[in-house]
Nanobody
Framework: VQLQASGGGLVQAGGSLRLSCAAS????????MGWFRQAPGKEREFVAQ????????SYADSVKGRFTVSRDKAKNTVYLQMNNTKPEDTAVYYC????????WGQGTQVTVSS
């Protein structure tokens, strides 16, 4: 399974951005997919996840109410809608898949200017 993340860029604080992560390869039916982020000098942290079958989602407290994770099973793609962005959201965002997060995408840079 290969994961390709896209959609990062520069956005002003309060603005919106949508990240996408498309999966390719053998038959794709993960237990879950999710997003993580890593800011300069910090450890990678969990952002959001969605269960592939049922669609249930959960979020880090820092993004709850601002970010929404969704998936399109027909396209093998997971999305992260980022609204009301803050400078502290600046990071490289990674998508991941699997019950133990065994598959990872290459990361996409998100920069939120104040």
């Amino acid at each position: 399974v290969q994961l390709q993340a896209s959609g990062g860029g520069l956005v002003q604080a309060g603005g919106s951005l949508r990240l996408s992560c498309a999966a390719s390869g053998r038959t794709f039916n993960p237990y879950r997919m999710g997003w993580f982020r890593q800011a300069p000098g910090k450890e990678r942290e969990f952002v959001a996840q969605i269960y592939w079958s049922g669609g249930g989602a959960s979020y880090a407290d820092s993004v709850k109410g601002r970010f929404t994770v969704s998936r399109d099973k027909a396209k093998n793609t997971v999305y992260l809608q980022m609204n009301n962005t803050k400078p502290e959201d600046t990071a490289v965002y990674y998508c991941a898949a699997g019950i133990s997060w065994t598959s990872w995408g290459q990361g996409t840079q998100v920069t939120v200017s104040s």
